[in-house]
């Protein structure tokens, strides 16, 4: 309940009961480990080093792929590709998405969890610390929620208490280990000149994608690293 410093946290079981009251909680069918055969993943994010990278048909072979935040993909489609079966996203940075897509909500504060709530029903929550939709259209057995033990963990195991909280994308890549037999990188980390950027910004400098002083991305970025030399990942580090 700290983890974004509310200083009014609520009562986390009363809001877990509303939340399992209206998304039914069943479990996602693919993640099930009923499916024979090596279950391959691609975990995208939202670098600029995407960008002419023509990694698009490469991403797509992956059983599972896997988006965060904005990530648009039309007209992005020959560097990023264009399935999506998981989206990881929280109410700031909710985007629509394709029918047949599961939204992974990663609970940050308690708000996101009624956020949910809200946006499948009333429609009462449009706003957070910034305006956030007040309905979305994704069907509620495609809502699945990342569990907020699972972010401790991640936090604590993973990263070893660095940063504030961990980043949605080490949250996902840490997501994807445990239900993925390869798990392949694309879009992390700064492009070959070194700049942070989202792929979708003509601007190389823009601010939106440098350290936001929430997240220790170099230790994140070690994580990673050190994922791949001991093969348990690979990165692919485009252009």
């Known amino acids: 309940q700290t983890l974004q410093r509310e200083k009014q946290p609520h009562d986390l079981n009363d809001t ?4 399992f009251h209206v998304v039914p909680g069943n479990g996602d069918p693919l993640l099930e480990r009923k499916s ?7 975990v995208v ?7 002419e990278s023509w990694y698009g048909p490469h991403i797509d072979s992956h059983d599972f792929v ?21 989206h990881f996203v929280y109410p700031e940075s909710f985007r629509e998405l ?52 699972f972010i401790k963990y991640v936090f604590d195991s993973w990263l070893q208490g660095h940063g504030r909280y961990p980043s949605t994308g080490i949250l996902s890549v840490i997501f994807s280990l445990h239900v993925c037999d390869e798990v392949d990188l694309y879009g992390f980390g700064a492009d ?16 939106a994608f ?21 093969h348990k990942i690979r990165i692919f580090k485009g252009r």
């Open 45 to 51: 994010g939202n670098s600029g080093n995407l960008r």
């Open 98 to 149: 394709a029918e047949n897509v599961s939204m992974v909500l990663v609970p940050f504060k308690t708000l996101d969890l009624e956020w949910v709530v809200s946006a499948t029903t009333t429609g009462t929550i449009s706003h957070t610390y910034v305006p956030v939709p007040s309905k979305i259209k994704v069907k509620k057995d495609q809502i699945l929620i990342y569990h907020p033990a």
């Open 192 to 207: 070959s000149r070194g700049n942070w950027h989202h792929y979708w910004e003509n601007n190389p400098s823009a601010g």
């Open 210 to 230: 440098r350290k936001t002083g929430v997240h220790d991305g170099d230790f994140e970025s070690n994580v990673t690293t050190t994922l791949a030399s001991i």
């Open 16 to 19: 877990f009961k509303e939340l």
């Open 36 to 42: 024979v055969g090596c279950r391959r993943c691609a």
């Open 66 to 86: 896997l988006r965060m935040n904005k990530a648009p993909t039309t007209g992005f489609e020959a560097d990023v590709g264009s399935k999506t079966t998981h």
